[in-house]
């Protein structure tokens, strides 16, 4: 694995800013015997109050808080450094979760949710959330926040386009800039996407939808252009990363998040041998949902205090900073430097948009139901 | 004021009884005790494992707010009554583990009938091996299903090796018969072991006489064996409720909508109805205790006709 200087120049400061919030801590500690006493100021607006940390467990749970995933481990790390207070490894999905949530909304087991929005946004149409807007709420996007407080983005995966560039050299291919490209019939014969089940398999289809001017009500313009590169030998697939290593596919429509795994984390490739692009459509319409993850404090949760605190940790500078370390795009991801890595920031400016949330949620079935009943493509079950 | 007043004699008579069973004076009474104290443990755990959970889901098919539980409504018992997929779903679990039943308890008397009447060599290991599944969960079940008859099965290769067909035509792990083969592969076991105690009763003589006024070896199988050993064949139907609660194999197959996997859906994320699934459970457990009421009477008359 290569370093890419982004990253170290990144973790050099947030050592050194670490380093020195210990010793601030350590000098602390010697004082108060351990921390409590201590009181933080959390919240945004009417939101806004004291929390001490005589009241922190030892332990805090929080719904997919997870090692391996989003660089979670690091934020936990990161927020153990600063408050002296661990988090619970709590492997699993956002659909265990509120699974676990449902099973257990008399008797919260976790202070909070975190994880895929819609998720969140399920849980709060079964009272399991609660009111409580951190501090930075306001400068979250408003289609990626309730605006009761009860759900809030905090980082986002947008719908992109990987693509093995030595197979594009030999075929004599240009790079893709537009939907339009991916219909070439040398792309198109081994192009794949994710089944519209998937979370992932929508958040394409729907940027290939409004690529060519459609929305949530209105799928034609998706059906058409599977009906176009379906002639070729597109298709649907569930696992990309052996197909790609094996070169039986050479572009996949997926996250950033998993087309910059495949280029830095991945044995098999050489970086060169892989790209990422985020696409517009034809005629410069935005192409790239942004599929936003966030949390959601919980009703009756055992621990706000703590919860609230890790709450308004995450949406921190510093914490943002994280997420791009594990190429995922933090929420906040215009107002930081974002890692040469990725795509270019100007890219997601021209070609990233969201949907209504809530509006998803709600028409989620129908529109999952559409796409796997109408479009050509093998593999859609 | 007459309802009271029998409402008071009964009560009464209870304590009577509560307090003779507790210390007894009559050798009525202790026989009672004895039974009270041999049946505790088992009221214990039922009441434990059995009523309170079942109570729980009778409030939960009643709740209008089933993840909180609060409120009453009846319309997870009303969906259930007038959805037609639920009745489906209930035809497809009846005629499928039905058939699965039937086709074990079949096998299950041929086995019996090989292990009882000749001298096998290495009995004993093939007592075992037909014993064996018993122990195995679903899921374990299902998986050895993939690995014989998927796509990259043992059998589905030799198949399509031999007759030079597709590998991936001939894969039926995940068609309905490899779910079926992994019913029956459950329910053997559990049949050939009722059918054996039932064999080992078996009058001989009666069989040896038939064969010497000339019978032949089936005709002296369906008039004499056959009539002896059908309250065993009544006994091994009841594995039925057995393959009603398979779970593990259907999970992993998907191939049939059958009752367990219905619940599963209904409690997991996609659709969830969780008082719908406790309405559903209830039907079922209702359905199982008619059923082994209805069986256990046949199983104890003599005169069973099948």
């Keep these: 694995m290569s370093e890419p200087t982004g990253t170290t120049r990144r973790s050099v400061l947030t050592s050194g800013a670490t380093a020195g919030t210990l010793a601030v801590a350590g000098c602390l500690s010697d004082f108060t015997g351990g921390g409590s006493g201590q009181t933080y100021t959390v919240g945004h607006g009417d939101h806004e109050m004291d929390v001490d940390a005589g009241a922190f467990p030892e332990e805090l749970h929080i719904y997919c808080v997870q090692t391996g995933w989003s660089n979670w481990g690091a934020v936990m790390e990161a927020f153990e450094d600063e408050y002296g207070v661990s988090l619970y490894d709590a492997q699993g999905s956002s659909g265990e979760a509120l699974e676990d949530?449902?099973?257990?909304?008399?008797?919260?087991?976790?202070?909070?949710?975190?994880?895929?929005?819609?998720?969140?946004?399920?849980?709060?149409?079964d009272d399991l959330t609660a009111e409580y807007k951190p501090e930075n709420w306001d400068v979250v996007p408003d289609d990626l926040k309730t605006d009761d407080g009860h759900v809030t983005a905090t980082r986002q995966m947008t719908t992109s386009v990987t693509y093995r560039t030595d197979v594009y050299e030999e075929r004599g291919l240009d790079a893709p800039e537009?939907?339009?490209?991916?219909?070439?019939?040398?792309?198109?014969?081994?192009?794949?996407?994710?089944?519209?089940?998937?979370?992932?398999?929508?958040?394409?289809?729907?940027?290939?939808?409004?690529?060519?001017?459609?929305?949530?009500?209105d799928l034609d313009p998706v059906i058409e252009y599977h009906e176009e590169i379906a002639e070729h030998g597109a298709d649907f697939r569930r696992n990309v990363e052996g197909p790609m290593t094996s070169g039986e596919i050479s572009t996949v429509v997926e996250y950033d998040y998993t087309g910059l795994n495949l280029k830095y984390n991945n044995d098999e490739f050489d970086e060169d041998q892989i790209d990422v692009a985020v696409l517009p459509g034809p005629d410069g319409e935005p192409g790239a949902m942004n599929v936003p993850y966030g949390y959601a404090l919980l009703r009756n949760a055992p621990n706000p205090e703590a919860a609230k605190l890790f709450m308004d940790f995450v949406l921190t500078?510093?914490?943002?900073?994280?997420f791009f370390d594990a190429y995922v795009r933090p929420i906040r991801a215009d107002e930081l430097d974002q890692p040469d890595e990725f795509p270019a920031q100007s890219a997601y400016d021209e070609a990233q948009f969201t949907v209504d949330q809530e509006e998803l949620v709600s028409k989620q079935a129908d529109i999952q139901d559409e796409l796997v009943e109408r479009t050509p493509l093998q593999g859609a079950q | 004021m007459s309802v009271r007043k029998s409402a008071t004699s009964s009560a009464r008579?209870?304590?009577?009884?509560?307090?003779?069973?507790?210390?007894?004076?009559?050798?009525?009474?202790?026989?009672?005790?004895?039974?009270?104290?041999?049946?505790?443990?088992?009221?214990?755990?039922?009441?434990?494992?059995?009523?309170?959970p079942l109570a729980t889901l009778v409030r939960l098919s009643l709740a209008e707010d089933a993840v909180w539980i609060e409120g009453w409504s009846l319309e997870a018992w009303r969906t259930l009554a007038t959805t037609a997929e639920y009745r489906w779903v209930a035809w497809n679990t009846l005629w499928f583990v039905g058939l699965a039943t039937l086709v074990s308890v079949a096998l299950g008397v041929a086995v019996s009938h090989v292990l009882e009447k000749y001298d096998l060599p290495l009995e004993r290991a093939v007592v075992a091996a037909v014993s064996f599944p018993i122990a195995l969960p679903g899921i374990i079940v299902a998986y050895l299903i993939i690995v014989l008859l998927g796509?990259?099965?043992?059998?589905?290769?030799?198949?399509?090796?031999?007759?030079?067909?597709?590998?991936?035509?001939?894969?039926?792990?995940?068609?309905?018969?490899?779910?079926?083969?992994?019913?029956?592969?459950?329910?053997?076991?559990r049949a050939t072991m009722v059918l054996r105690g039932t064999y080992a009763e078996v009058?001989?003589?009666?069989?040896?006489?038939?064969?010497a006024l000339g019978a032949s070896r089936w005709e002296t199988f369906y008039h004499v064996t056959l009539p002896e050993i059908r309250p065993g064949i009544v006994a091994a139907i009841l594995t039925f409720r057995s393959g009603l609660a398979i779970f593990g194999t259907v999970l992993v197959l998907q191939s049939h909508r059958v009752i367990t996997l219905q619940i599963h859906d209904e409690t997991s994320v996609g659709s969830y109805d969780p008082d719908v699934a406790a309405a559903i459970g209830l039907v079922y457990v209702a359905f199982i205790v008619a059923f082994t009421f209805v069986g256990l009477r046949f199983v104890e008359s003599d005169a069973v006709e099948i």
């Design chain 1, 101 to 125: 949530m449902r099973a257990n909304a008399r008797n919260p087991t976790h202070s909070a949710y975190n994880g895929g929005y819609s998720f969140g946004l399920e849980a709060m149409s």
């Design chain 1, 178 to 217: 537009t939907w339009e490209d991916l219909k070439h019939p040398d792309i198109a014969k081994d192009l794949a996407f994710t089944p519209p089940h998937t979370a992932n398999g929508q958040a394409s289809a729907l940027s290939v939808n409004r690529a060519y001017g459609g929305d949530l009500d």
């Design chain 1, 317 to 322: 500078e510093d914490c943002q900073e994280l």
């Design chain 2, 13 to 52: 008579r209870v304590a009577t009884l509560a307090a003779a069973t507790a210390r007894p004076t009559t050798e009525r009474d202790r026989e009672r005790r004895r039974i009270a104290i041999m049946c505790l443990p088992f009221f214990a755990l039922a009441t434990v494992a059995g009523f309170v």
């Design chain 2, 151 to 189: 796509r990259q099965g043992l059998v589905t290769n030799a198949i399509a090796v031999a007759t030079g067909q597709s590998a991936l035509d001939l894969a039926s792990a995940t068609a309905i018969t490899g779910l079926f083969l992994g019913y029956v592969y459950s329910l053997l076991p």
């Design chain 2, 203 to 211: 009058n001989v003589r009666a069989e040896e006489a038939a064969r």
